[in-house]
């Protein structure tokens, strides 16, 4: 393994990764150059290069992924689902296999892979199957120029800030075979289960000692001591008050009645929770009929990758009631890629979480957001629709729900009849024992920023 102080190659496939590991202060005053490498547009680069010292940027290569790479890839990914659900008893960790929807050819590519994945039982499979996928990397032309680019950039240390990065593997693989450490991030805490661990690293950050027991679990050839937990730092920014602006201006920017109460309503992307407009309408509807709309205004904050305009006819419908308050990102509908935070929307977030009285949502990590400063989330336990392929019912028996020590964590709002009644109580009684929750899924929610820098 190189040991030499070379310069450290920074992959951030995503947004919230630029958030998280570009914002915070995990290379903020790094003594080895940063060199980024990027499929970045101009604006979010400019973004970026205002709170981050980079060395200098590297557009990836293009990839294209050969047919033999993507049915290793994608029958690795069904018959570790399978595995793991039979593991852990759970039938729900079959939802995270998805048949893509396109032509002939692609129908007829994931019905082999399914079929193929019939006769894989046994764990020695799959581990069979890993070492040749990565074979297969190893014969892409895109392999052979990552190779040439590690050494010419003097890299001596590649960091990524997503496991399941569709062109990390390659890189990762290009790095071991010259001998450059290597780290990948679990991306969050839910992710293990879901059998999307692409990348083959020399080590692992994970948030917490239960995540690492789970990595151990579902990935048992993985060496103990490679596994680091170092928390994620998306936390700290709720510990800096720079990142907080006052109540006060926080409502003449939003128009915000400071005489009333505020409760979030954090939505998903479409394919994680596709009723979100229908359950926004309901509990819109709920406090108006119930009257609380004279004492209590929504706030709205849709997910930051969500650019449909799904949300619009319920919004107008209460304009008195519903305060859209959308993520601060840099949108491009076009470009995937040009999809990204500013860091305005960090200080967005976390004034959102300490003004709002209560946070509602299905199922989602904003209730530890929110817990930051002690306020009550309300996950939403009932279905809006009749819907064959989706039910809340589904969604908290996921595996990550596992890990919630005892349901008084958050409160449930588990029919239509109910929503504001579970509201008033939520906003009377505040307290949770969300805490508890988080000390098992997060550890040291302030120096994790720290240490990963002693890692890296």
């Given at each position: 393994?190189?040991t ?55 557009v ?29 008893k ?78 990390a ?19 969050s ?80 992307d479409?394919g ?89 949502n ?19 336990n ?16 996921y ?12 409160y ?12 008033k109580?939520?906003l ?29």
């Amino acid at each position: 393994m190189v040991t030499k102080n070379g310069n450290v190659l920074l992959m951030v496939p995503d947004g919230t990764g630029i958030k998280n590991y570009l914002y915070s202060k995990v290379f903020q005053d790094s003594d080895r150059p940063i060199i980024l490498f990027h499929n970045f547009d101009a604006d979010t680069l400019r973004q970026i290069k205002q709170h981050l010292t980079i060395e200098r940027d590297v557009v990836i290569p293009s990839y294209h992924e050969s047919l033999k790479e993507r049915w290793y890839r994608e029958l690795i990914h069904v018959a570790r689902i399978k595995y793991n659900a039979r593991i852990t008893k759970n039938p729900t960790l079959l939802k995270f296999w998805k048949k893509k929807k396109g032509g002939l050819k692609k129908n007829l590519f994931y019905r082999s892979v399914a079929r193929a994945s019939r006769g894989i039982r046994s764990y020695q499979k799959i581990q069979s199957l890993e070492k040749k996928y990565q074979a297969a990397l190893r014969k892409n032309t895109f392999y052979t120029q990552v190779t040439q680019l590690l050494k010419e950039e003097d890299i001596t240390s590649v960091f990524c800030t997503h496991q399941r990065a569709l062109k990390a593997p390659t890189v990762f693989a290009a790095a071991k075979d010259i001998s450059i450490k290597t780290t990948a991030v679990i991306y969050s805490w839910d992710n293990i289960p879901k059998a999307r661990l692409a990348l083959r690293a020399d080590q692992y950050l994970v948030w917490s000692k239960h995540m690492k027991k789970e990595l151990l679990y579902f990935y048992p050839e993985l060496p103990a001591e490679s596994i680091h937990v170092t928390g994620t730092p998306q936390f700290e920014f709720y510990y800096d008050p720079n990142n907080l602006v006052s109540k006060e201006d926080f409502a003449a920017t939003y128009q915000l009645d400071l005489q009333k109460q505020w409760i979030c309503f954090s939505g998903d992307d479409v394919g994680t929770s596709p009723h979100d407009p229908q359950y926004l309408a309901d509990i819109a509807a709920a406090l108006t009929e119930a009257g609380m709309d004279r004492e209590v205004q929504l706030l709205f904050r849709r997910c930051p990758v969500d650019v449909s305009g799904r949300y619009d006819a319920v919004v107008a419908k209460y304009p008195d009631l519903i305060i859209d308050m959308p993520p601060l990102w840099n949108f491009n509908k076009k470009v995937w890629t040009a999809v990204y935070p500013t860091y305005e929307d960090v200080c967005l977030l976390v004034s959102l979480a300490k003004h709002a009285d209560a946070v509602i949502n299905v199922g989602s990590t904003m209730a530890f957001d929110f817990g930051m400063f002690q306020k009550p989330c309300i996950y939403i336990n009932y279905d809006a629709v009749e819907d064959p392929a989706w039910s809340t019912e589904t969604i908290y028996q996921y595996q990550h729900f596992r890990s919630m020590p005892s349901p008084d964590a958050v409160y449930w709002m588990n029919d239509k009849e109910h929503i504001a009644t579970i509201i008033k109580k939520a906003l009377a009684q505040p307290q949770t024992s969300i805490d508890s929750w988080f000390e098992v899924v997060v550890n040291h929610p302030k120096e994790a920023s720290q240490n990963i820098k002693k890692l890296l």
